[in-house]
């Protein structure tokens, strides 16, 4: 969700970035069915190409022309600057994607990317679309959204043995992904904030209230 009174991208390309953004859920889909190691290499070859890419938009005139004809209209305002030279927001969808499936158990790493995906995508939508009453950096309706929606997206991950607890982890670690988007935009890019603030909750709820459980099964969710 962008701030609140931030009108760099029309609804309509918010639509479209949204769903462009929700195909990134293929990410924790397949990596459900491999190992983590043949995870790291596939997004390691993505991220590498997408920084590739960023770069030469930025240094190389021709490729910058012809990428800003094709994605220009997605891009905000902060992704553009040619001075500062920022990542898009893509690009640190996979880096944020490498750095989880390397971080987290698995079982997290479900949990917490799905989030940022639908979230913060649902956040976005409904921020901009009713967004009414400002909570901070950004809206009161946007933020619950991503509450709400994030509390769904715990409800059906997978977990590691299925008890109450869990599933108030998730909700507890969905409140903190929420305050830590509605803070996050600009130069702190949410795609890397949210979903290492919600794994790093979880992680720590986990060894507090089931301690060494993630030690014994740190890959293999149920």
């Known amino acids: 969700m962008t701030p609140f009174d931030n009108g760099t991208i029309n609804y309509r390309d918010e639509v479209v970035r949204k769903l462009i953004h929700l195909c990134s859920l293929s990410i924790p889909v397949i990596y ?5 190691s043949t995870a790291i290499i596939i997004l390691a070859i993505l991220t590498l190409l997408a920084v590739i890419l960023d770069l030469l938009r930025h240094y190389s005139p021709n ?5 800003y004809v094709i994605f220009g209209f997605l891009l905000r305002k902060h992704e553009v600057d040619g001075l500062k030279k920022n990542f898009n927001g893509a690009t640190y969808v996979l880096i944020s994607a490498l ?10 790493f479900l949990t917490a990317f799905p989030i ?3 979230s913060d995508s649902t956040a976005a939508l409904i921020g901009r679309k009713y967004g009414k009453h400002k909570l901070m950096a950004k809206s009161l309706e946007g933020t619950l959204a991503f509450f709400i929606s994030a509390i769904v997206v715990v409800l059906f991950t997978p977990k590691l043995n299925g008890s109450i607890t869990e599933y108030f982890i998730g909700i507890l670690a969905a409140a903190i992904g929420a305050i830590v988007e509605n803070v ?7 795609n890397l904030s949210i979903p290492i603030a919600v794994g790093l ?8 209230l089931f301690p060494g459980i993630l030690l014994i099964l740190p890959n293999v969710p149920r």
């Open 32 to 36: 459900y069915f491999i190992p983590q």
């Open 63 to 67: 490729i910058g022309k012809l990428f």
């Open 99 to 108: 750095l989880g499936v390397i971080i987290f158990p698995k079982v997290l």
């Open 116 to 118: 940022l995906i639908i």
């Open 184 to 190: 996050s935009f600009g130069y702190l890019d949410d």
């Open 201 to 208: 909750s979880m992680w720590l709820l986990y060894g507090m």
